[in-house]
């Protein structure tokens, strides 16, 4: 039987596990980073950071209001990382090492393991974070003409 528990409540053990060179596997729940992770199906396994930490490496981090977060990092800086879910388009920046709790080895979907480290994922990861701003023209495109349409057709 799985039992749901909060991010907070699974935390310290989490930190734990990683402290002592283990990983974590967890379900993730948002659709900020759809399509890559699904909210509440897919699972991922996170291994303690090795910092500097490289671009498009998906980070479990605490926000300064303590909410915790996987998303991609898109930018890298001294000592701080620009992160942004897979699905969405706006940008986080200034998220320092210091909050960063553990970097994503490879999730499970449909009970199959890919890895982070593969060549078509890396392929297919830099596609979709160079296509974010056709991606957003395209999604506002449609909203537009949407509305068009109703407005013609009632």
């Known amino acids: 039987m799985n039992k749901v528990v909060s991010m907070d409540e699974m935390m310290p053990i989490i930190k734990s596990q990683l402290e002592d060179g283990g990983k974590a596997t967890f379900t993730p729940k948002g659709k900020s980073m759809l399509p890559l992770l699904r909210d509440g199906m897919d699972r991922v396994t996170i291994a303690k950071p090795v910092f500097p930490l490289k671009k498009y490496d998906i ?81 506002r495109g449609r909203r537009i003409l949407g509305r068009i349409k109703r407005k013609i057709f009632g």
Do not use: A, P
């Open 59 to 139: 980070v479990l981090y605490q926000r300064n209001n303590g909410d915790y977060v996987l998303h991609r990092i898109v930018e890298t800086g001294q000592g701080t990382y620009v992160l942004r879910g897979d699905g969405q388009y706006v940008k986080e920046y200034g998220v320092e090492e210091r909050q960063i709790i553990g970097v994503v080895k490879h999730f499970m979907r449909e009970g199959k393991t890919y890895s982070c480290k593969g060549f078509l994922y890396g392929l297919s990861v830099r596609i979709w974070c160079h296509t974010v701003s056709i991606r957003k023209n395209y999604r």
